[in-house]
C-alpha cells in the first residue's frame, strides 16, 4: 500500500448540536497529530457534543487512543462519542477504554437523538 493511499483524511460536519470529525485512512505516530488537530479544530468551536467517526480506519495505534483520552479530558462526561470500525475498536477494548469512551457502530447511533450530520 502506498504512503498516499493510507494519508489520513479528516472532515468536520455539523449535526444541530454535535461536530462530527469523520476520519479515514491510518492512525499511528505519524498521523495521529493531524487527528489531534481535527479534535482541537472541533473543540474550538465548543459543540455540545463531539462525534468522531472512526469507522473508516483500518488501523488505529496507541498514539490515536492518546488523542481520544486528551479530547475526553476536555469534555464533559458522554460528550466524546466515538464511532468504532473492529479494527478500531480492538485496541479499545484491549486497553480498557471501552469503560471509560461512548462507542458505537455506526454514525446514526452516536449522533443525539434525531440528529443527522450537514455534509458541507
Request: charged share 15%; no cysteine; aromatic share 4%.
Amino acid at each position: 500500500m502506498s504512503a498516499e493511499s493510507r494519508a489520513l483524511q479528516i472532515r468536520l460536519d455539523w449535526a444541530e448540536s454535535a461536530a462530527v470529525l469523520t476520519v479515514v485512512g491510518e492512525v499511528d505516530a505519524v498521523s495521529a497529530p493531524q487527528l489531534q488537530s481535527g479534535v482541537e479544530d472541533a473543540l474550538q468551536r465548543s459543540p455540545a457534543v463531539l462525534v468522531v467517526d472512526l469507522s473508516g480506519v483500518s488501523f488505529f495505534g496507541s498514539a490515536g487512543l492518546s488523542v481520544l483520552l486528551l479530547a475526553l479530558d476536555q469534555l464533559t462526561k458522554g460528550s466524546l462519542r466515538v464511532v468504532a470500525s473492529p479494527q478500531v475498536r480492538r485496541p479499545i477494548e484491549v486497553t480498557g477504554l471501552d469503560g471509560m469512551l461512548a462507542v458505537f457502530d455506526t454514525l446514526p447511533a452516536a449522533l443525539p437523538s434525531g440528529e443527522s450530520p450537514s455534509l458541507a
